[in-house]
C-alpha cells in the first residue's frame, strides 16, 4: 500500500451524520495533516497533529494519531453539504538521522466525501 | 495577504510541444514546493525550492521537466517535450522560511492535459 493510503475512498453521508475517514502511512513522521480540497481549488490545511500526540480537535474536526499502527481517522460531526470535498492526509517524513523534514510532504490518494442536504 | 497564484488554469497541448507552468508564492514563503497528482493516484512531490535553491528534487519525474526560481520569487515548471503521461494536476505550495510547523499553502493548480 502508499505511503498516506486513505480509506474509505468514497463516502456518502447525510447532513448531521459524522463523517470518518482513516489514513495508513509506513516512515517515521515528525507529524500528520489533513487538508481538504473543495472542486477546483488549491488544498486547505484543516489540521495537524504532532507524532506526540495522540488527538487533537478544532471546531468540529477530531483526529486521531497512533504511532504504533502507524494510523490516523479524520472525524467530522455533525457534517454540513459545504463539507462535501475531497480529504487528503499528508505526511512530514523524517529524512535523516537527526529527525530533519525538509517540508517534503507524502499524500495519500485522498477520500472524496459527499454531504447531502 | 495575496495567495499562491498558478497559471494557467488549464493548459491542453499536443504531445511534443512545451508548456511551462508558473507560480506566484506568497510574498516572503521561502519555501516552494511542487506537486503533482495524476488522475486517479496520489499527489506527488516532485521538487522543493529554498529562495533560488533546489533543495530537494528527487520527484522529479525525469529530465523533460526543468523546475526554476529565478531570484527566489516565482517559480516556473516547463515539461519540454511533453508526453501523454504528463497530464495531470500540477499544484505549486508554500510555506514561510522558519516556521517549525510545515503547514503548506496551495495554489488552485494547473490542470494540464496532453494529447
Known amino acids: 500500500s502508499q505511503q498516506g493510503e486513505e480509506d474509505p475512498q468514497a463516502l456518502s453521508i447525510q447532513e448531521g451524520e459524522n463523517a470518518t475517514m482513516n489514513c495508513s502511512y509506513k516512515t517515521s513522521i515528525n507529524n500528520l495533516q489533513w487538508y481538504r480540497q473543495n472542486s477546483g481549488r488549491g488544498l486547505v490545511h484543516l489540521i495537524l497533529?504532532?507524532?506526540?500526540?495522540r488527538e487533537k480537535h478544532s471546531g468540529r474536526l477530531r483526529v486521531t494519531l497512533d504511532t504504533s499502527k502507524k494510523s490516523s481517522s479524520l472525524l467530522i460531526t455533525a457534517s454540513r453539504a459545504a463539507d462535501t470535498a475531497s480529504y487528503f492526509c499528508?505526511?512530514?517524513?523524517?529524512?535523516?538521522?537527526?529527525?530533519?523534514?525538509?517540508?517534503?510532504?507524502?499524500f495519500g490518494q485522498g477520500t472524496i466525501l459527499t454531504v447531502h442536504p | 495577504e495575496a495567495g499562491v497564484t498558478q497559471f494557467p488554469s488549464h493548459s491542453v497541448i499536443e504531445k511534443g510541444q512545451t508548456v511551462t507552468l508558473r507560480c506566484d508564492p506568497i510574498?516572503?514563503?521561502?519555501?516552494l514546493y511542487w506537486y503533482r497528482r495524476v488522475m486517479g493516484k496520489e499527489i506527488k512531490f516532485l521538487l522543493h525550492?529554498?529562495?533560488?535553491?533546489?533543495?530537494?528534487e528527487s520527484g522529479m519525474p525525469n529530465n523533460r521537466f526543468l523546475a526554476e526560481r529565478t531570484g527566489g520569487t516565482y517559480s516556473t515548471l516547463k515539461v519540454q517535450p511533453a508526453e501523454l503521461e504528463d497530464s495531470g494536476v500540477y499544484f505549486c505550495?508554500?510555506?514561510?522560511?522558519?516556521?517549525?510547523?510545515?503547514?503548506?499553502?496551495f495554489g488552485a493548480g494547473t490542470r494540464l492535459s496532453v494529447l
Open positions: 510574498s516572503g514563503h521561502d519555501n
Open positions: 497533529i504532532r507524532s506526540n500526540e
Open positions: 525550492f529554498v529562495k533560488e535553491s533546489k533543495q530537494d
Open positions: 499528508a505526511t512530514d517524513v523524517i529524512e535523516n538521522a537527526g529527525g530533519t523534514s525538509y517540508g517534503k510532504l507524502t
Open positions: 505550495a508554500n510555506r514561510p522560511g522558519k516556521e517549525v510547523k510545515n503547514i503548506q499553502y
